[in-house]
């Protein structure tokens, strides 16, 4: 039988702890309220009395754990309270799936506290590992522990400990995704280990900071000759030293870059340094280049002057020349024009070209530079000009 109280049962005084006077007139006023608010016997009025005046008692947390081998499942465990927190400590190398949470337990994972905000009566736990992992094979004495508290805890992933090698722990294998924060993973520096399933790649860093000395087994970049792994080369700064072997593709009109030294290069020269460059600009290059782009104008003139032998006749000013990069003509007479040509002999007039009279010139340097025989002609016998090839 459950019975109301009224509300106006205990009263407050106002003017700090009660006297004794005050507390029996306080008790006699309370007896009274439940007395005329309950009706029945004597001892169901004791009874009712008996609880208003007695203090709630705090309700005391539910726990508890189970022990289960490898080997063993469970399956539809009745709690016997509401669950709201489940507890793993796995001390296998297997992996495990849970209900109700229905995620799996990774092999060494130890701490992990997970929360069921809605609460539970009956779990089920499974020695599965996830579609596509392969389970170790199983060491006999292990066993992972659950356990269920009726309290709500806040979530933690747990450590994640690899036995090693000789502990026959298999590779340690993280599969995401996983919630309550960072996962901490210990293993020997012989341990492999395989992170799959995650929306986004994992943070993988070395123990040695940038510009420090190498030390134990770092994290590093590296790269492929087409048959074994390699390190890639870098200076003091951090660039990449690198090799080009062969023409690079759509560069065309090799340029020999001179004075190729060390001082020059920032490198260490052996035998001649050529490089390939086209038309347009090399994309990325920024700084200043050293190289000897005058190379190709430097050396000595060879003169090729003279005059006209027989006015109106054509005759060889300079021989053709495989070697040559540049060759200036100029007209020396006052008053006529002088005609040349290359290879065919100079006419007169069309297709020769023309050298006005006092001093009209014609150079030849740079991309283009005819090594083909140079022909000359003029009206007049001993008709001048001044010839120079190199």
């Given at each position: 039988?459950?019975?109301?109280?009224?509300?106006n049962?205990?009263?407050?005084?106002?003017q700090?702890?009660?006297?004794?006077?005050?507390?029996?007139?306080?008790?006699?006023?309370?007896?009274?309220?439940?007395?005329?608010?309950?009706?029945?016997?004597?001892?169901?009025?004791?009874?009712?009395?008996?609880?208003?005046?007695?203090?709630?008692?705090?309700?005391?947390?539910?726990?508890?754990?189970?022990?289960?081998?490898?080997?063993?499942?469970?399956?539809d465990?009745?709690?016997?309270?509401?669950?709201?927190?489940?507890?793993?400590?796995?001390?296998?190398?297997?992996?495990?799936?849970?209900?109700?949470?229905?995620?799996?337990?990774?092999?060494?994972?130890t701490?992990?506290?997970?929360?069921?905000?809605?609460?539970?009566?009956?779990?089920?736990?499974?020695?599965?590992?996830?579609?596509?992992?392969?389970?170790?094979?199983?060491?006999?004495?292990?066993?992972?522990?659950?356990?269920?508290?009726?309290r709500?805890?806040?979530?933690?992933?747990?450590?994640?400990?690899?036995?090693?090698?000789?502990?026959?722990?298999?590779n340690?294998?993280?599969?995401?995704?996983?919630?309550?924060?960072?996962?901490d993973?210990?293993?020997?520096?012989?341990?492999?280990?395989?992170?799959?399933?995650?929306?986004?790649?994992?943070?993988?860093?070395?123990?040695?900071?940038?510009g420090?000395?190498?030390?134990?087994?770092?994290?590093?970049?590296?790269?492929?000759?087409?048959?074994?792994?390699?390190?890639?080369?870098?200076?003091?700064?951090g660039?990449?030293?690198?090799?080009?072997?062969?023409?690079?593709?759509?560069?065309?009109?090799?340029?020999?870059?001179?004075?190729?030294?060390?001082?020059?290069?920032?490198?260490?020269?052996?035998?001649?340094?050529?490089?390939n460059?086209?038309?347009?600009?090399?994309?990325?290059i920024?700084?200043?280049?050293?190289?000897?782009?005058?190379a190709?104008?430097?050396?000595?003139?060879?003169?090729?002057?003279?005059?006209?032998?027989t006015g109106?006749?054509?005759?060889?000013?300079?021989?053709?020349?495989?070697?040559?990069?540049?060759?200036?003509?100029?007209?020396?007479?006052?008053?006529?024009?002088?005609?040349?040509n290359?290879?065919?002999?100079?006419?007169?007039?069309?297709?020769?070209?023309?050298?006005?009279?006092?001093?009209?010139?014609?150079?030849?340097?740079?991309?283009?530079?005819?090594?083909?025989?140079?022909?000359?002609?003029?009206?007049?016998?001993?008709?001048?000009?001044?010839?120079?090839?190199?």
């Open positions: 039988m459950s019975w109301e109280i009224p509300k049962v205990v009263k407050q005084t106002q700090g702890p009660p006297t004794i006077m005050e507390q029996l007139q306080l008790m006699n006023e309370q007896l009274g309220s439940v007395a005329s608010a309950v009706k029945g016997s004597p001892l169901e009025i004791a009874k009712a009395v008996k609880e208003a005046l007695t203090p709630p008692q705090p309700q005391l947390p539910n726990r508890q754990t189970w022990q289960t081998p490898v080997g063993t499942n469970i399956t465990m009745a709690v016997g309270f509401l669950g709201r927190t489940l507890l793993v400590e796995n001390a296998t190398n297997q992996w495990w799936f849970v209900k109700p949470l229905d995620r799996f337990i990774q092999p060494y994972q701490g992990l506290i997970l929360p069921v905000p809605d609460g539970f009566q009956v779990f089920s736990l499974q020695q599965t590992a996830p579609v596509g992992l392969a389970q170790a094979g199983q060491i006999a004495g292990q066993a992972i522990t659950i356990t269920v508290d009726s709500e805890f806040l979530a933690s992933p747990g450590v994640v400990q690899s036995t090693g090698g000789g502990g026959g722990g298999g340690v294998t993280i599969v995401g995704p996983l919630t309550g924060g960072a996962v993973v210990a293993f020997p520096s012989t341990q492999p280990v395989n992170v799959t399933g995650f929306t986004a790649p994992p943070q993988v860093q070395g123990t040695v900071a940038a420090g000395a190498i030390g134990g087994n770092p994290v590093q970049m590296g790269g492929s000759d087409g048959t074994l792994v390699r390190e890639l080369s870098v200076d003091t700064a660039r990449a030293n690198v090799n080009v072997n062969g023409n690079v593709a759509g560069i065309t009109n090799p340029v020999t870059v001179a004075q190729a030294t060390a001082a020059n290069l920032n490198a260490t020269v052996a035998g001649t340094v050529t490089a460059i086209g038309t347009g600009n090399l994309a990325g920024t700084g200043t280049v050293n190289t000897d782009a005058s190709a104008r430097r050396g000595t003139l060879t003169d090729r002057s003279g005059t006209i032998t109106g006749t054509a005759q060889q000013l300079a021989a053709a020349n495989a070697s040559r990069k540049y060759l200036v003509i100029q007209n020396q007479h006052a008053t006529e024009v002088l005609w040349f290359f290879t065919t002999t100079a006419v007169q007039s069309e297709p020769s070209f023309q050298l006005a009279a006092g001093g009209g010139s014609f150079v030849m340097e740079g991309e283009f530079v005819s090594t083909e025989a140079v022909s000359v002609i003029a009206a007049t016998t001993g008709h001048p000009w001044t010839a120079k090839e190199g």
